[in-house]
């Protein structure tokens, strides 16, 4: 079967993990080859600019540093990666350093230059002369080859995983950008034509990532969720005897897992002992789950604190707890839409008191007057009240207010809809993979 777009092949992060290119599914892509001490090493900055101006619009710039040009990438992932922050400020995903030409090429890099071809490098009044020469002098011949010829050299993807067009390293970022553009100005029937998923609305988040195959909370039903176009999430945190968060919802870890125990009494080697019962894989902590969204963009995801002050929760304890929630969230989660919810006021308004900027969320039973009275003067990004028993009439104030609305839970196409109709921006789900796919078959999206 030919290969007609990029979604099927898998990449390593600079951190080692795979990455799936589904997960950037129609959105508009600029695959780069680069280096750190090459003399085109300043796109870096450009780049940068450039993502910064358009990523709000569904664009992604994927980097793949590669040493096979001049030697000119050297160092592991991780001093790659430092570089890159530390002299660009580079916020765009950053993979593993890889072969973009020869016996062992990536399999990406195979697949887009064997669908594109080199048309001669645009005259930059510098540096194309001094790159034809050396080129030449290597292989009279290499203009007649697809391979890529040098650092920087740039693909550009639409919506629909397709290859648009080949820029090498001395066009003008300027002309790139003019592509960008274009390719991100086709949305509405363009996008409709070519295939490409749009967002439901309200956005279904999956309940505890998804049970609908594998256990909840764990790093498989997230993943298995993101394959299948799930793009929300609502899930909880504890913090274990050693001060780690943990991804678990019960206090007690025997209805999810092979063991038993309360989380907060055990640490985190205690907890790693144990499998979650349906998944051959450990208690996730919140860094190892929230690694999977380091390379994706355009999510949203409700963090819920299970703390509580009290016996296992000293006010310094939980301090700690919220100040580590907070940094492992920023650590992994800056290209996405993130809160932190609780049906616990005296937690949310800690959280604000720490970190003024955190966006804070309240969970309850059906909304009340009162209830949204409470989150207004919490300071709350959104509510998420049962769907039951909430008025429209609340909803519509709440939403007046500038609040998010998360109304749960959608388990159904017909509640959906209900939800929907109530006028909600999202709805938590437990068959998230399975209301999506009756949501896109009966074309609601």
Not at 94 to 116: H, M, S, W, Y
Not at 218 to 238: C, K, N, P, Q, S
Not at 341 to 360: G, N, Q, W, Y
Not at 367 to 384: F, Q, W
Request: glycine share 8%; proline share 4%; charged share 25%.
């Amino acid at each position: 079967m030919t290969q007609e777009n990029v979604y099927s092949f898998t990449v390593k992060d600079w951190k080692g993990q795979d990455v799936s290119l589904s997960s950037y599914r129609g959105k508009v892509l600029l695959i780069v080859n680069t280096a750190t001490r090459c003399g085109f090493t300043p796109q870096y900055e450009e780049l940068e600019a450039l993502y910064e101006r358009h990523l709000g619009q569904g664009f992604e710039i994927l980097d793949f540093p590669c040493n096979q040009f001049g030697q000119q990438a050297p160092g592991t992932a991780e001093e790659i990666q430092s570089f890159c922050k530390l002299n660009y400020k580079t916020a765009f995903p950053q993979f593993a350093k890889i072969d973009v030409n020869g016996e062992q090429a990536a399999p990406l890099f195979r697949f887009l230059t064997a669908n594109t071809t080199f048309q001669g490098f645009p005259p930059d009044g510098k540096i194309a002369p001094i790159l034809e020469k050396m080129l030449a002098e290597k292989d009279p011949d290499y203009a007649k080859s697809s391979d890529i010829k040098w650092n920087f050299t740039k693909f550009l993807v639409g919506r629909d995983g397709r290859i648009v067009r080949r820029f090498e390293p001395t066009a003008s970022l300027a002309d790139v950008e003019a592509a960008v553009v274009e390719q991100l100005g086709k949305t509405g029937d363009d996008a409709a034509c070519s295939g490409v998923p749009t967002h439901e609305m309200p956005r279904i988040l999956g309940h505890r990532g998804t049970a609908e195959v594998f256990t909840e909370n764990g790093i498989l039903a997230f993943r298995y969720a993101l394959e299948h176009g799930v793009t929300g999430f609502e899930t909880d945190f504890h913090l274990s005897a050693d001060n780690e968060v943990i991804v678990m919802h019960d206090n007690n870890i025997r209805r999810t897992t092979t063991g038993e125990g309360e989380v907060e009494t055990m640490t985190v080697a205690e907890l790693k002992q144990f499998k979650l019962k349906n998944s051959d894989e450990t208690i996730p902590t919140a860094d190892e789950l929230f690694s999977l969204f380091d390379s994706l963009n355009g999510f949203y995801i409700e963090l819920e604190m299970k703390a509580h002050y009290g016996e296992l929760y000293s006010p310094e304890r939980m301090d700690i707890y919220l100040d580590k929630l907070y940094a492992a969230a920023n650590a992994h989660l800056s290209h996405g839409e993130f809160m932190f919810t609780s049906f616990d006021s005296a937690v949310l308004k800690r959280m604000k008191e720490r970190h003024p900027d955190a966006k804070i969320g309240r969970i309850s039973g059906a909304l009340t007057p009162e209830g949204l009275d409470e989150a207004i003067r919490l300071g709350c990004y959104c509510i998420a009240p049962t769907y039951d028993g909430t008025p429209k009439s609340l909803v519509d104030q709440a939403k007046a207010a500038g609040l998010k609305v998360n109304l749960w839970h959608s388990e159904t196409l017909e509640l959906w809809k209900r939800i929907r109709d109530m006028g909600a921006d999202v709805s938590t789900n437990n068959h998230p993979v399975a209301v999506l796919q009756a949501i896109r078959e009966n074309g609601l999206v």
